[in-house]
């Protein structure tokens, strides 16, 4: 094992020294934020500044790669419950069991998929450029995917450049990421895993792609508000929806999401910055809203705290919780947690970022509301409540802040769909996650993790897989950035 482990690291260093003569070649791009080391603690890329001279259209093309191997046991107290009144088969084993009739403890250990992605970044004119995003390789899409692309306006050279504009406003406009939380910056992205200290995102992870745009506006130096307005969607939809109520209670419509957003970030001199933000999402009514389920690349812990049957029949030990034809049950978001709340959502997330000479402190504070057609009460369409806590402490040190040490708690409590008790009476559930990881960059393209990682679930019924289901482990990741 050590000796596959060492070869597909000197692949990955060859695939970097193979790079390093492009990535010296590549075009400069204005208000832009870098995909490799230097890209770490930039949120927004920064309005001021002064930027690279344009000097006619120009393409840059960089991309990331990610290589895991990952040792994590997973575990469960769940009783006995039969797949059907035919099939005895025990619904609540754990994928990677290797004995069927044990549901206990399940290790999967090994290489997982490598993901790979293209990013295309294009300067068009003078504080104009153009992204485009694209997964070559992800657990969810093993196919070539186009993520999405979007047009980013800083400068209006078709209007003689107004100073104005130039100095204090943004434009977006395309299909991408809503800036919603400072989470999405620190997170995982598929192949692109540099920003991220850690293996994996947060237990609820806010992250999608839709189609719209977004207004920017730094009124000073330090202040960044942004409001911006979407279709909803993952993709685009033409469709007009049903005129049925749902549950004879709930029109069906397509509402657009509004999103809004300001930041404070502030040098206070060479050693000491601290940045704070708000971010609120809103969507009264979608036919298929993806804030909380949008990714798709898919976690990194693969397998782990999955049932080992879909339709009645066992998984067989050989087959992988990324193929399509299993991901009915063992799917591609391992170990995080979707809130399902497709229909209608409110979000605020409040994020405070602290950072003295090599410490850092990056923390995440989410409130959900929402739910799906099917939350009805009484004749009244019903909300389900989430919290999530996210705390995460880092020191980087050596020259250049080179490698780093680090711990992250996350607690999400919260109303799943569809688990109530023996009296119909909402369960609210928990999950906790703790991860201590170190890190070393090599070069600025290069990054190398090592992480254990320990994660609870607590309050489900009993009659549930995930019934005092915890998974532990270990993971180390190699990351390329260009």
């Known amino acids: 094992m050590k000796k596959i482990f060492y070869s597909n690291l000197l692949a990955g260093l060859l695939a970097l020294a193979f790079s390093l003569p492009l990535v010296a070649q590549q075009a400069e791009i204005q208000y832009f934020r870098p995909w490799n080391k230097n890209g770490i603690n930039v949120f927004e890329p920064t309005k001021g500044g002064v930027q690279p001279e344009y000097k006619g259209v120009s393409l840059r093309i960089g991309g990331s790669f990610t290589q895991d191997y990952q040792n994590l046991k997973s575990s469960n107290e769940a009783s006995y419950v039969a797949t059907s009144a035919t099939n005895k088969l025990n619904k609540n084993l754990l994928y990677g069991t290797i004995k069927i009739q044990d549901s206990t403890s399940a290790t999967l250990s090994g290489f997982n998929l490598a993901m790979a992605n293209l990013n295309l970044d294009f300067q068009v004119d003078d504080g104009i450029r153009v992204c485009l995003e694209n997964y070559m390789s ?25 100073q104005w504009f130039t100095d204090y406003f943004r434009v977006k406009i395309g ?45 000073t130096k330090n202040l960044m508000l942004m409001a911006g307005m979407s279709s909803g969607f993952i993709n685009g939809n033409i469709i007009p929806p049903p005129t049925a109520l749902t549950n004879g209670v709930v029109a069906v419509k397509r509402t657009p999401s ?83 709340v497709d229909n209608r959502l409110d979000a605020i997330t409040i994020n405070p970022f602290l950072k003295y000479k090599g410490f850092e402190v990056f923390g995440s504070f989410d409130m959900i509301k929402g739910g799906v057609y099917a939350d009805v009460k009484d004749g009244e369409w019903v909300k389900r409540t989430w919290n999530q806590t996210a705390i995460e402490g880092l020191y980087r040190f050596l020259p250049h802040e080179q490698a780093y040490i680090g711990a992250r708690y996350i607690t999400v409590t919260g109303q799943p769909r569809g688990i109530t008790d023996a009296q119909g009476k909402q369960v609210d559930i928990t999950i906790n996650r703790l991860a ?47």
């Not at 992800?138 to 107004?162: A, C």
């Not at 298929?288 to 990194?300: E, Y």
Request: charged share 15%; aromatic share 16%; proline share 6%.
């Open 138 to 162: 992800t657990r969810h899409h093993n196919e070539f995917w186009v993520k999405g692309g979007y047009i980013q306006i800083d400068k209006l050279p078709m209007f003689g450049s107004p």
């Open 175 to 219: 299909h991408f990421t809503p800036n919603f939380g400072d989470q999405q910056f620190r997170r995982t992205d598929g192949g692109n895993a540099i920003f991220n200290p850690f293996a994996e995102n947060y237990i609820l992870d806010a992250f999608t792609t839709e189609i719209g745009s977004e207004i920017y506006a730094f009124p």
């Open 258 to 340: 509004i999103f809004l957003k300001a930041a404070f970030d502030k040098n206070f001199n060479d050693d000491f910055r601290f940045r704070i933000s708000a971010s609120l999402y809103h969507n009264s009514n979608s036919q298929r809203n993806t804030l909380f389920a949008g990714d798709r690349t898919g976690s990194h812990y693969f397998g782990v705290m999955e049932p080992a049957t879909i339709g009645g029949l066992p998984i067989s030990i050989g087959t992988s919780p990324s193929n399509t034809a299993t991901q009915a049950g063992p799917n591609f978001t391992s170990g995080r947690f979707n809130p399902n």
């Open 436 to 482: 201590f990881a170190a890190g070393w960059f090599p070069t600025q393209n290069l990054l190398l993790k090592l992480e254990y990682v320990n994660q609870d679930y607590k309050n489900f019924l009993k009659t549930d897989y995930r019934y005092n289901g915890n998974f532990k482990g270990v993971m180390v990741e190699a990351v390329i950035g260009l």
